[in-house]
């Protein structure tokens, strides 16, 4: 079955809302057959296949939180400070005997808990007397700085949903469930290639008008930290039947073929019609800035994106179009990109109807706020706006002007990925 159905409308010149386009996305792509399982070592970026279930509890057994004096709730004083005698030593990793009614028990963090006790004083606060016990006083709340079995995850209980994009905090939660391995859906297979007669790889001799291909090294990065299997197909030719044939053929070995450049309406961008030509169109306009031109389809059941050229609009487009593309195919639970609120530090005109990205570098105000400032050039051929920034400010498709002062939403470049 193909992974994005191709029945649907052409899409004339109008202009697809970034959100109509990302729901598109997430109601046509299917996720690809296909699991494995994979060790702890090699699991972060993957996506859980199916859900963990914890096979033991967590913490395993009750222990102490805080280095300190266990006891029993049950011998707490409660009108007058009291003395208890150090009645045993227990260091993490060491079995505990039960405690013995009327004595605390000289414990340290990790410590399993003695049988019998609940409660546990913390030695930064205790003071011994002459005889070596142990002054408690009065108000130490039953239950304190102990760590009951199973409060953080219970025997049984869902520890990780299925769809999950795995982190390092998910690898350390399954190794703390003693688990060496996790089922995670096979990896994305992306075929990916350059167009454009003026590019040529780095490394490779240059002609007086031909530029070092960047968004291939780019774009395969990107790739990479969302845990694909990238296929650098290198650079196509500005023409129509080379075009046709690369993703043609690129299309029967890959789960998606993505591209860049050639995708406006010059003459020499091929992109589009050769797409047609080799499969079929879904969208090809994206009321988006940087970015606008952005060509997604299928081609033989493959899906197919062509981002635009430019570097930062190559960049920006695949927050919104590729990596929900690839998220979808790998199983993954959409990951919505939240914009977090912060003050702006520019002025700004922009035109309604289309969603902008403006490239930013956050400063804390000295009121302690978070503000925004302005790549000061907007070209979207500059790499060194993206390089020497922290993020991108969404202004949506509402917005016609930002003034200083302005809280407008901020997506550190790391949350893109
Ligand atoms: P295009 O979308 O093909 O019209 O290209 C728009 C601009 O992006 C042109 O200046 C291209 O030279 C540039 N460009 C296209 N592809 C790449 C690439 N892979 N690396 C760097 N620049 C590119
Ligand atoms: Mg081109």
């Known amino acids: ?120 004083f913390m030695q930064e606060d205790a003071e011994l007397d002459e005889a070596g016990r142990v002054l408690l006083p009065i108000g130490l709340r039953p239950g304190a700085n102990m760590r009951p079995a199973g409060e953080d995850i219970a025997q049984g209980a869902l520890a990780i949903p299925a ?78 039947a080379a075009l046709a044939q690369g993703l043609q053929q690129a299309a029967a070995t890959h789960d998606l073929v993505l591209t860049s450049g050639g995708v406006s309406t010059g003459e020499e961008d091929h992109v589009r019609a050769s797409v047609e030509a080799a499969g079929s169109l879904v969208l090809w306009r994206m009321a988006i800035k940087p970015g606008r031109p952005v060509a997604m389809g299928v081609i033989a059941g493959t899906p197919f994106i062509g981002l635009p050229g430019n570097p930062v609009a190559s960049f920006v487009t695949f927050a919104y179009v590729v990596r929900p593309v690839v998220l979808a195919l790998a199983g993954a639970r959409p990951e919505p990109l939240v914009a977090l609120p912060v003050r702006a530090d520019f002025a700004y005109k922009k035109k309604k109807g289309r969603r902008e990205y403006v490239r930013a570098s956050l400063k804390i105000s000295p009121e302690g706020l978070h503000m925004a400032d302005k790549f000061p050039r907007e070209g979207a051929g500059l790499l060194s706006s993206l390089a020497d920034t922290d993020g991108l400010i969404e202004l949506g498709e509402d917005v016609e002007r930002v003034a200083p002062g302005d809280s407008v939403g901020f997506l550190a470049y790391a949350s893109l990925i």
């Open 1 to 120: 079955m193909a992974q994005l159905s191709d029945d649907c409308f052409a899409f004339g010149g109008a202009l697809m809302p970034v959100d109509e386009a990302v729901a598109l996305i997430g109601a046509r792509v299917s996720p690809v057959q296909g699991t494995q399982t994979v060790r702890l070592e090699e699991a972060d970026h993957r996506v859980l296949a199916q859900p963990l279930f914890a096979p033991v509890p967590l913490p395993l057994f009750a222990n102490s939180a805080v280095d300190g004096y266990a006891m029993r709730s049950a011998d707490l004083p409660h009108d007058a400070p009291r003395a208890f005698p150090v009645s045993a030593r227990v260091q993490a990793g060491s079995p505990a005997a039960p405690i013995a009614a009327g004595t605390s028990v000289r414990i340290f963090t990790g410590a399993p808990m003695p049988e019998g006790a609940d409660t546990v």
């Open 163 to 240: 769809g999950v994009r795995l982190r390092p905090q998910h690898v350390g939660l399954a190794a703390a469930l003693g688990l060496t391995e996790l089922c995670v859906t096979r990896r994305i297979r992306v075929a990916l290639f350059s167009t454009g007669n003026e590019l040529v790889g780095p490394g490779s001799a240059r002609a007086p008008a031909q530029l070092f291909d960047s968004n291939r090294y780019m774009l395969a990065a990107l790739l990479r930290r969302l845990g694909c299997e990238v296929s650098d197909l290198g650079i196509l030719r500005d023409d129509r």
